[in-house]
Each structure stands twice: as structure tokens, then as C-alpha cells.
């Protein structure tokens, strides 16, 4: 199994740029979620999906970030116009997730490192 | 709302010796999962141990055990014989046993060197 895998791994633009992320989850898996890594606010959760479904969007920050996911295998993470201050390491997780018995373990992608200027 | 505190920004242990990491969390709930993770400089977030809170026995893998105190509401990560591959931030992590499907909760986390 590849793994979670996401591109690019690095990203840099400059401020007022559409950018987009890229997620490809593990085969089989029904859940996916999208996490922002800062040295002020450390890990948190932009949005997940259960099913190709937005389950959860409260995390992500404004307007300006949307996320979809067309298929089982596929999630972007865009942001439209970017700014300084969304720069971070953005990851991807998936899992798979069963109601009976919830102990579905996230496997992270490696991250995209987004530096806006 | 759940929270994770890891009060330690920084460790250091000398390699082949023992560290312990902690973590304390607060919730309301009475069933949930914990986890840490470990993040290299690679920035590939690993899982290193995970525990569920009905169980009473700690979790073990291989030189990775964790101290889990329900009613304390703490849950630490002890590494024994410790090797340089081990340097790499930690993260302590809480998720519901259920409603969220899966929505991880992270600490800071704790920047653990090894020293030679």
C-alpha cells in the first residue's frame, strides 16, 4: 500500500494565488480528513469527509478555503486568494471508519509545506 | 469541548536510557481512544501506540509503553532503551469513541532530542 499521498510536498506562491492541495487516501478507506500544522496553533482539523461526504467544516478558516472530494480516491484542499498567513504544513489523513467499533487509526499523508509570500 | 495538554515543549534523554512524556487531557466522555504520534523531521506524522479507555491493561509496543490514568485523566509515553531514531516531536492525541468518526485531537507536543 502507498500510503496516504498528497502534492505537492512543497508549495510556494505569492499572496492573491489560487493554490490547490491534493489528497489521494488509502484504498478502502471511508474517511478523510484535512489538518493545518502551525507553530502557533499546532494540528488542526479544516474538515473531514465520511463517504465523499463534508461531514465537519467548522475548521476551516473562512471563505477563502474549500474542499472537495469527488470520488472515494480523490480531495483537494483550495484556497482562493491565499495569504501570508495561511502559511503551514497542510496534511491528509484517511481511515476507515465502522460504527460498531470506532477505533479507526488515521493514517497521515507526508504534507504539503504552503509558503505564501 | 475536549482538550490535550502536553506540558512539556522540550525533552531530552541520553540514548540507551528512559524518558517519559506526558500528556493530560479533560473530557466529559467516559469511552474514547488515545493515541501518540510521532512526527520526524520528515514531517511524516507516525503512530506510535494507541489505547482505548475501557481498557484497564496499558498499551505496549515494543520499547513504547503508556501510562494511562483514567481517573486522572493522563496518559503518558515511555521510551525505553531510547535510540537516536527516536529524536522526532510527539504528539498526545484524543478522539471520541463515537458520533465524530474519528476527529483527532492533538496536544502541542513535545520536541524530544537524543542525545549520543
Known amino acids: 500500500d502507498a500510503g496516504v499521498i498528497q502534492s505537492p510536498r512543497h508549495e510556494v506562491t505569492e499572496m492573491g494565488q489560487e493554490v490547490t492541495l491534493r489528497c489521494k487516501p488509502i484504498?478502502?478507506?471511508?474517511?478523510l480528513f484535512w489538518y493545518r500544522q502551525t507553530m502557533m496553533r499546532g494540528l488542526e482539523l479544516l474538515i473531514y469527509?465520511?463517504?465523499?461526504?463534508?461531514?465537519?467544516d467548522s475548521g476551516m478558516p473562512e471563505d477563502r478555503f474549500s474542499a472537495k472530494m469527488p470520488n472515494a480516491s480523490f480531495s483537494t484542499l483550495k484556497i482562493q486568494p491565499s495569504e501570508p498567513r495561511d502559511s503551514a504544513v497542510y496534511f491528509c489523513?484517511?481511515?476507515?471508519?465502522?460504527?460498531?467499533?470506532?477505533?479507526?487509526?488515521?493514517?497521515f499523508g507526508a504534507g504539503s509545506r504552503l509558503t505564501v509570500l | 469541548a475536549q482538550t490535550v495538554t502536553q506540558s512539556q515543549p522540550e525533552m531530552s534523554v541520553q540514548e540507551a536510557e528512559t524518558v517519559t512524556l506526558s500528556c493530560t487531557y479533560d473530557?466529559?466522555?467516559?469511552?474514547?481512544?488515545l493515541f501518540w504520534y510521532k512526527q520526524p523531521p520528515s514531517r511524516q506524522m507516525i503512530l506510535v501506540i494507541r489505547?482505548?479507555?475501557?481498557?484497564?491493561q496499558n498499551a505496549t509496543e515494543n520499547r513504547f509503553s503508556v501510562n494511562f490514568q483514567k481517573a486522572a485523566k493522563s496518559f503518558s509515553l515511555k521510551i525505553s532503551d531510547s535510540q537516536l531514531g527516536d529524536a522526532a516531536m510527539y504528539f498526545c492525541?484524543?478522539?471520541?469513541?463515537?458520533?465524530?468518526?474519528?476527529?483527532?485531537?492533538f496536544g502541542k507536543g513535545t520536541k524530544l532530542s537524543v542525545k549520543p
Open positions: 489523513a484517511s481511515s476507515f471508519y465502522r460504527p460498531v467499533s470506532g477505533a479507526n487509526v488515521l493514517t
Open positions: 473530557t466529559s466522555e467516559s469511552d474514547y481512544y
Open positions: 469527509f465520511n463517504n465523499n461526504v463534508p461531514i465537519d
Open positions: 492525541a484524543y478522539r471520541s469513541q463515537g458520533g465524530s468518526q474519528g476527529n483527532l485531537i
Open positions: 489505547q482505548e479507555a475501557y481498557k484497564q
Open positions: 484504498s478502502g478507506h471511508n474517511s
